[in-house]
């Protein structure tokens, strides 16, 4: 019974151990696997390990490609242009006119937007914070069901479920279904 409820334990503690990298990961300057710079916005560090940049094609960077679809973010003018941006961020975070750019493709632009004030994007790091909390609460979610789940296989009834994780036994089992 003691091992039922340490899974059950091992579930939360999980969860709160994903929830406080998150708040560390806020302070820090690197967000799954893009390297957050003020001046550079978002680069991806993939680039650093094989020599290739992704385009917006790929799945992208942890949740580029979500923002993209969801259109909640812009993408870069050359991120379907690796030949002539290697170094490109994918998301923009300055557009000139109908041209939008990273903050490396900024920084490396000659002529596009000259003579054009720059506008600068709503910063897409805050939605990429949150994706990847998102996935952190989806992977804990995922523990603490499969943890239940074993502790109903080992006989432990839906009241001790309820107890360990502070709602009535009820709620547990509406939640985590009756079987068994």
């Known amino acids: 019974m003691n091992d039922i409820i340490l899974d059950v334990l091992d579930a939360i503690e999980i969860a709160e151990i994903l929830e406080h990298m998150l708040e560390r990961l806020a302070g820090h300057d690197r967000l799954g696997v893009l390297e957050v710079s003020d001046t550079h916005g978002l680069h991806d560090l993939r680039t650093d390990v094989t020599g290739d940049a992704p385009t917006a094609a790929d799945d992208g960077p942890a949740g580029?490609?979500?923002?993209?679809?969801?259109?909640?973010?812009t993408e870069c003018h050359y991120a379907h242009r690796p030949?002539?941006?290697?170094?490109?961020?994918?998301?923009?975070?300055?557009?000139?006119?109908?041209?939008?750019?990273?903050?490396?493709?900024?920084?490396?632009?000659?002529a596009v937007g000259k003579g054009i004030a720059p506008r600068r994007l709503p910063d897409p790091r805050a939605l990429l914070e949150v994706v990847l909390a998102r996935e952190a609460r989806r992977h804990a979610e995922t523990a603490l069901a499969e943890a239940v789940r074993a502790a109903r296989r080992k006989g432990q009834p839906w009241s001790v479920l309820g107890a360990v994780?502070?709602?009535?036994?009820?709620?547990?089992?509406?939640?985590?279904?009756?079987?068994?």
Not at 165 to 180: C, D, K, M
Request: glycine share 12%; hydrophobic share 40%.
């Open 83 to 110: 030949e002539f941006r290697p170094d490109c961020a994918i998301l923009a975070v300055v557009s000139y006119g109908k041209i939008a750019l990273c903050g490396e493709c900024d920084l490396r632009r000659s």
């Open 165 to 180: 994780l502070g709602v009535s036994r009820q709620a547990v089992q509406q939640r985590f279904g009756s079987e068994g």
């Open 64 to 73: 580029v490609k979500d923002l993209l679809t969801l259109g909640v973010a």
